[in-house]
Structures are given as structure tokens and as C-alpha cells.
């Protein structure tokens, strides 16, 4: 194991040989000459080492390491490099993420999501925290965290996601197509529900399920419900209403026809209680018959 200031001296001629008299560092290869130990640690015990053959490959491996630790000028530098500013370069994602409901999750919350800075690689590629096929999982760390959902009051939603239509035609039949996590919330200005500039501001649901399921929005535009909710009406009915917000299962499916007439009825009390009252509630409800007649049969 070394520290900085065990490999101080023994380093410090060749690190001027890289840098010239000066000691002003000039590339990675000046800084790798030390961080490139695995065994590389500060003071207080902390790795500071970097993996070289990673950094190369990953999307920084382009840039120069002061480019990032912009307190680095030479060599020795201060023990303690100034925090890295991710917006200098990433201007419209940090602006996002400052009005965001993660702008305060972490001391960093931009490596919560995209791991290690000396080893991001493109979000196409697979093996990134944000590939649309890692997403769920990435986002599951703290949303599937029972701990942490009651610490923090986060929906504990990863469980449902993965059992729903979505997470299986993701997780199980691995359709990029599928929506995961930032297909709903985005991917940086994730904005609370009670938001209304958010995606999934009530008002605002139907166009965002309606960015996949252009038809059915549609549909529902021309419907009672679309036109009440369009006609200011707070209380009418969004497609999280009947299908709910992570748990969703398949319409056509035997479970969701069983329980599509308590949702209608829970809206529709009067209509409901004459229903369970007919032969088709008699089949249904109380006999449990999956192909009887519900409300949307008819409606």
C-alpha cells in the first residue's frame, strides 16, 4: 500500500523529467504515474488510484486530468483536489439536475447514477449504469432500497416495475423499446409528481404514456375522460388511475379483467352498485367467471 506522501519522494525526479522544471503537469501519463498504483491511497486511507487501461477506454479518456481537477497545476499539488465541476462540460444536464428532485441525494449525485468518473462509458454502450437495460437496476439502488425508502420517504417502486408489463418486456424479453425508468420521469430534471412542469404531473400523464402508445392517447383524447381532463377537471380519470404507475399488467390479461370493475366502480359508485346486482357481476365478481361482461365491453 502506498500514500502520496510515501511516493512523494521517490517519484518526484521522474515526475519532473515528465514535466520539466517548472513541474507543471502536461497529461495523464504525468498523473498516472503515480494514480496508476493500484494500491494508491490518501490520507485518511482512501483509494485515489485510477485504473489506466479503463480510463483510456472510457468517454473522458480523451482529456486531460486537469481538465477535471482544475486545482492541479503541478507537481507536488494539494492533498485535497478541489471538487470536480461536472457542469463545465455538461452544461443542460447539470441545469436539469439542479432544479431536480436528486439535486441534493448525494455529495455527487451525477456518479450515483453514472458510476466512477475514470471509467464512464457512453450510455449506448452495455455496459453502462444508463443503458436503457441497466436503467431499472441503476435507479432500483435507492428506489428498491427498503432502508432507504423509509429514511428518505422514496417510492420503494423497483419490485413493482420489474413485475410489471414494462420491467418484463424489458428485464425478460429485452426490448429497448420498453419503457424504463427515464422513459416516464426523464433522465436529469426529474421533477416531483406535484410538480406541474412534471412528466407526471396528473394533467400531464396522458402525453407522456402517449409518447409510446400514440393510438390509444388518441383514443382517449376523444373520450369522456381525455375531454374532461382537458376541460380542467381535476378529479377525471389518467391512464396511472386504471393501470397504475409502476405495476402495470397486461389489460388483456385474466388478472386485469377480474379487477377492471371495482377500478370503473371506484369512480362510478352509483353504476356500480346496480351492476353487482346483475348476472354478469354474478358470474364475475362472485363467481369468479373471467369472460363475462365488464364495463369496458360495453363502454
Given at each position: 500500500m502506498k500514500t502520496l506522501a510515501s511516493v512523494g519522494l521517490t517519484i518526484t525526479a521522474a515526475v519532473l523529467l515528465l514535466t520539466g522544471p517548472a513541474g507543471t503537469l502536461h497529461a495523464q501519463t504525468d498523473c498516472l504515474a503515480c494514480h496508476g498504483d493500484p494500491s494508491m491511497q490518501d490520507a485518511s486511507g482512501k483509494s485515489i488510484a485510477v485504473n489506466a487501461d479503463k480510463f483510456h477506454a472510457s468517454i473522458h479518456g480523451s482529456l486531460k486530468c486537469t481538465d477535471c481537477h482544475t486545482n492541479v497545476k503541478g507537481y507536488p499539488h494539494p492533498a485535497n483536489a478541489a471538487a470536480v465541476n461536472c457542469s463545465t462540460c455538461h452544461t443542460e444536464e447539470a441545469s436539469g439536475l439542479a432544479n431536480s428532485v436528486h439535486a441534493k441525494a448525494s455529495?455527487?449525485?451525477c456518479l450515483g447514477c453514472h458510476g466512477d468518473?475514470?471509467?464512464?462509458?457512453?450510455k449506448t454502450d452495455p455496459k453502462s449504469p444508463v443503458y436503457p437495460l441497466n436503467i431499472p437496476k441503476t435507479c432500483?439502488?435507492?428506489?428498491?432500497?427498503?432502508?432507504?425508502?423509509k429514511k428518505y420517504g422514496l417510492p420503494n417502486v423497483y419490485a413493482l416495475y420489474l413485475d410489471s408489463i414494462h420491467g418484463f418486456a424489458?428485464?425478460?424479453e429485452g426490448l429497448l423499446v420498453a419503457a424504463n425508468c427515464t422513459s416516464c420521469h426523464g433522465s436529469h430534471k426529474v421533477l416531483s409528481h406535484k410538480d406541474p412542469q412534471s412528466s407526471?404531473?396528473?394533467?400531464?400523464?396522458?402525453?407522456?404514456?402517449?409518447s409510446c402508445?400514440?393510438?390509444i392517447n388518441a383514443q382517449y383524447q376523444k373520450g369522456i375522460h381525455g375531454k374532461a381532463v382537458a376541460a380542467g377537471d381535476k378529479n377525471a380519470p389518467v391512464c396511472t388511475d386504471c393501470h397504475t404507475a409502476h405495476a402495470i399488467i397486461e389489460p388483456t390479461s385474466a388478472d386485469f379483467r377480474m379487477q377492471s370493475t371495482p377500478i370503473c366502480g371506484s369512480c362510478h359508485r352509483d353504476k356500480f352498485s346496480t351492476y353487482r346486482?346483475?348476472?354478469?357481476?354474478?358470474?364475475?365478481?362472485?363467481?369468479?367467471?373471467?369472460?363475462t361482461a365488464r364495463c369496458w365491453d360495453c363502454h
Amino acid at each position: 500500500m502506498k500514500t502520496l506522501a510515501s511516493v512523494g519522494l521517490t517519484i518526484t525526479a521522474a515526475v519532473l523529467l515528465l514535466t520539466g522544471p517548472a513541474g507543471t503537469l502536461h497529461a495523464q501519463t504525468d498523473c498516472l504515474a503515480c494514480h496508476g498504483d493500484p494500491s494508491m491511497q490518501d490520507a485518511s486511507g482512501k483509494s485515489i488510484a485510477v485504473n489506466a487501461d479503463k480510463f483510456h477506454a472510457s468517454i473522458h479518456g480523451s482529456l486531460k486530468c486537469t481538465d477535471c481537477h482544475t486545482n492541479v497545476k503541478g507537481y507536488p499539488h494539494p492533498a485535497n483536489a478541489a471538487a470536480v465541476n461536472c457542469s463545465t462540460c455538461h452544461t443542460e444536464e447539470a441545469s436539469g439536475l439542479a432544479n431536480s428532485v436528486h439535486a441534493k441525494a448525494s455529495e455527487h449525485p451525477c456518479l450515483g447514477c453514472h458510476g466512477d468518473p475514470h471509467s464512464i462509458v457512453p450510455k449506448t454502450d452495455p455496459k453502462s449504469p444508463v443503458y436503457p437495460l441497466n436503467i431499472p437496476k441503476t435507479c432500483g439502488s435507492c428506489h428498491g432500497n427498503e432502508a432507504m425508502a423509509k429514511k428518505y420517504g422514496l417510492p420503494n417502486v423497483y419490485a413493482l416495475y420489474l413485475d410489471s408489463i414494462h420491467g418484463f418486456a424489458l428485464g425478460k424479453e429485452g426490448l429497448l423499446v420498453a419503457a424504463n425508468c427515464t422513459s416516464c420521469h426523464g433522465s436529469h430534471k426529474v421533477l416531483s409528481h406535484k410538480d406541474p412542469q412534471s412528466s407526471t404531473y396528473r394533467t400531464n400523464v396522458a402525453a407522456t404514456c402517449g409518447s409510446c402508445h400514440v393510438g390509444i392517447n388518441a383514443q382517449y383524447q376523444k373520450g369522456i375522460h381525455g375531454k374532461a381532463v382537458a376541460a380542467g377537471d381535476k378529479n377525471a380519470p389518467v391512464c396511472t388511475d386504471c393501470h397504475t404507475a409502476h405495476a402495470i399488467i397486461e389489460p388483456t390479461s385474466a388478472d386485469f379483467r377480474m379487477q377492471s370493475t371495482p377500478i370503473c366502480g371506484s369512480c362510478h359508485r352509483d353504476k356500480f352498485s346496480t351492476y353487482r346486482d346483475t348476472f354478469h357481476s354474478q358470474l364475475g365478481l362472485l363467481g369468479g367467471y373471467v369472460e363475462t361482461a365488464r364495463c369496458w365491453d360495453c363502454h
